[in-house]
């Protein structure tokens, strides 16, 4: 098994420009989210999802797409990117989201993302 | 989600034992806590979980305190790979993170 597989691991972005990161797990997981970290802080959750089709937001959500269409993928997308946005971004994935995660997380490698 | 409150930092000495504690007041009755941590340059990786009793697993042991308003991570001989950042979170159905327990271990 892969397990949590990101792509890409580095960017650079001009501000403005759009862009999807891409989040994939192959272990049948219902729930997946994404996070941002900034230098020398914890993570923030931007958006998650307990299942295909399901969506919802976290705690830092503006300015962030998600969809589910498939158990398996997750991509994030960055809409008009900002200095603001550059931070190293992870994807987790977890088998069981109700009523509560009562499962481990597995979380990806992180990409690396710099908007200029 | 329940929200979680750790020290910013501790120290150990290498093959010592370390008890990490976390306070979670809020956490409802059906909330998972989790423990995480995450090392230098790296994404975090789960350590241990439970609901009401103490668990053990090859990494860690958890102490959930009877009224399970906090719990304790211990690690019970620290080694230098274990200097990480050690997250606590009580989970509803999405997990979020405060901002960890930065363990410093001393040879």
């Known amino acids: 098994n892969a397990g949590v597989t990101q792509t890409p691991k580095f960017q650079v972005l001009k501000t403005g420009q759009s862009m999807t990161l891409q989040c994939a797990q192959d272990?049948?997981?219902?729930?997946m989210s994404w996070y941002r970290q900034d230098p020398g802080m914890g993570l923030r959750l931007i958006h998650y999802?307990?299942?295909?089709?399901?969506?919802d937001q976290g705690e830092v959500p503006n300015g962030y797409n998600v969809s589910r269409s498939t158990t398996e993928d997750f991509p994030l997308r960055l809409l008009s990117a900002a200095p603001s946005q550059t931070s190293v971004y992870f994807c987790?994935?977890?088998?069981?989201?109700?009523?509560?995660?009562?499962?481990?997380?597995?979380f990806g490698q992180g990409t690396r993302l710099t908007v200029v | 989600d329940a929200k979680t409150t750790q020290p910013n930092s501790m120290e150990s000495n290498e093959e010592e034992p370390v008890h990490l504690p976390c306070n979670h007041s809020?956490?409802?009755?059906?909330?998972?806590i989790h423990w995480y941590r995450q090392l230098p340059s790296q994404g975090p990786e789960y350590v241990i979980h439970?609901?009401?009793s103490n668990v053990n697993n090859r990494m860690a042991s958890l102490a959930i305190a009877e009224d399970r308003k906090s719990s304790t991570l211990i690690l019970h001989r620290a080694t230098l790979r274990d200097a990480a950042v050690y997250y606590c979170?009580?989970?509803?159905?999405?997990?979020?993170f405060g901002g960890g327990t930065r363990l410093m271990v001393k040879p």
């Open positions: 979170t009580s989970s509803g159905d999405m997990l979020t």
């Open positions: 809020t956490i409802s009755g059906t909330d998972y």
């Open positions: 439970g609901l009401t």
């Open positions: 987790a994935s977890s088998y069981s989201a109700y009523p509560t995660l009562s499962t481990e997380a597995f």
């Open positions: 999802s307990v299942g295909a089709g399901i969506t």
């Open positions: 272990m049948n997981h219902e729930y």
